[in-house]
């Protein structure tokens, strides 16, 4: 049995003040317009630097990369102060949080040296090249591909990936190509590293059904990586070529279970909730309202929890695998119960613009935050495809 301690040391303490110290002085104010709109995009970007120069934009890794060597348990601390404050979304987050992971164990070192601080200064900004036209929930089932350019010592790529969260916006991608023609599913992919601004590469951005314009197509015609880390700048393979299932099984641990998702952003979220809630009067005629707050609060609590013992064993080395999509459930639908009772509160208020003090019309947040949780049980894997995780990795049922 594993015995979660659920105090603070006094330097995990001291962590956390100085955290708060910095977040409440440097936080922007008023909060900035969506990361994931080109002017939002480049408002976020200059905050990236920000955290950058003063070593918060990833904390838990060595210093030399930028980082501050922070332990899992401080990174959770950094996480719960910067949610708590409001501050900005992570235009970084597909590579800080999704890709860096997966660098760290499977990259060689001269990848780890050349991507990672330019990752955490905002220099380099990835996008996820995963999902297909024709390949979503069957990843496997992916028709881009990479074929063999022996006398250039590379790879040429074909193909589409789309619904690239910011694609419009980021310079490198990582994706997955089928390396081996006479493969099929999960044999002969390759992870590879490809920059976006190379010939052979076209990215067309379009909007989202809440207006903002952060996704992308990109679209590959012959475009050139070359093999293994020969020459990072230009792209390669992270891991081995033929295995690059086996490398996004890691990927996609860190976008379902911890590091994508901390339970920092809906604690926030559920104070911010209860405050609402104290602010309307308590709402008295509808008491299906408060249960609704009061179970949103419990939620993330209990997300909050769960979360600590995850920590106690990654931290004595224990990997969540597939464990993580229960936490992918988990947080997506906690998400989508919170801002709906936020929306019951404010009733038709909710959809209201809203406007800041100098007059400028700023996001409706509650609204905004919901419209968004629709896309947490799509989003890293629907939760279907993780309740079929679940079913089958975790408990061993049967398939059928
Ligand atoms: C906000 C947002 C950001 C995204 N960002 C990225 C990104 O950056 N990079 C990227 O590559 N992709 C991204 N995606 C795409 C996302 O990964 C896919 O939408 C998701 O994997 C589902 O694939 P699909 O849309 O093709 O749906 P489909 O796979 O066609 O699924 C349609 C429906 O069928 C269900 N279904 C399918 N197969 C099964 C099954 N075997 N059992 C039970 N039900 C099943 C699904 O659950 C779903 O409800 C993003 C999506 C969203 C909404």
Known sequence: MQIVDLTWSSEEQAFRDEARTWLEANVPNPAYPSGDTKEGFA?????????????????SWPTEYGGRGASLWEWLIFEEEYYRVGAPQRVTQNGIFLLAPTIFEFGTQKQQDYYLPRMAAGIDLWAQGWSEPNAGSDLAGLASKAVRDDEAGGWRLYGQKTWTTRGAFCNYLFGLFRTDPESERHKGLTYLLVPLDIEGVTVRGFGRLDGDEGFAEVFFDGAFVPDGDLDPVNGGVLGEVGNGWGVAMATTGSERGLTLRSPGRFTAAAARLVQLYRERGGASEDPGIRDAVISAWIDAEAYALYTLSDVTGMVDGNSPGARSSLNKIFWSELDVRLHEASLRLLGGEAELEEWGPAGEQVENQWLKGYQFSLSGPIYAGTNEIQR?????????????
Do not use: Q, Y
């Not at 408002?43 to 904390?59: D, I, N, Q």
């Open 388 to 400: 079929n995780i679940v079913a089958e990795r975790v408990l061993g049922l049967p398939r059928k």
């Open 43 to 59: 408002l976020h970007l200059e905050w990236e630097k920000k955290l950058f120069e003063s070593r918060w934009a990833a904390v």
